[in-house]
């Protein structure tokens, strides 16, 4: 269920938009900021409250990677390894992270505090390569800063 707050942030958002089909990703944006993640049962809850068929709701959220699926980490690191990041090695720094923080790549650490997912084009390819954690980027990555990006989430 929405919090009280997040169901008036809905309503204001349901007289914003034309249809309620492009209330999809503002809704379910909305439902991952209070969840952190998207369940079945989450996506089910928003097609109810906008008023769209459940596959539509899934259909949109499996399509964006910026949608979780899965639960994850207090830390969401997200790696771009679309052709810029690759280019200059973000798959390693994935390998790197991974190992540095002892978890697998879609997977969470143990205490709970960290994920590690590459995703597509985080729209930053001039600054490759980059990566996100929350809704923080961090640009021009190299194997030395990198390491002081993760240190900075455990002040
Ligand atoms: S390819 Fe990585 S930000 Fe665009």
């Not at 639960?71 to 969401?76: A, C, E, N, Q, Y």
Request: proline content about 3%; aromatic content about 10%; some cysteine.
């Amino acid at each position: 269920m929405f919090t009280e707050e997040n169901l008036k942030k809905l309503e204001a958002l349901k007289k914003q938009y034309p249809t309620s089909r492009a209330l999809t990703l503002p809704a379910l944006w909305l439902a991952q900021e209070q969840f952190g993640w998207l369940s079945e049962d989450t996506m089910k809850y928003v097609a109810e409250q906008i008023s769209v068929p459940f596959n539509h709701v899934y259909s949109v959220a499996s399509f964006y990677t910026m949608y979780n699926k899965k639960p994850v980490g207090k830390f969401h690191i997200q790696v771009c390894t679309n052709i810029s990041c690759q280019l200059l090695d973000s798959e390693k720094m994935v390998e790197f992270i991974c190992t540095k923080l002892g978890v697998k790549k879609n997977e969470i650490t143990s205490d709970g505090k960290y994920s590690v997912s590459e995703v597509e084009c985080l729209g930053s390819c001039g600054t490759a390569p980059v990566l996100q954690i929350n809704d923080d980027y961090h640009e021009k990555l190299t194997a030395e800063n990198i390491e002081s990006i993760i240190q900075s989430t455990s002040r």
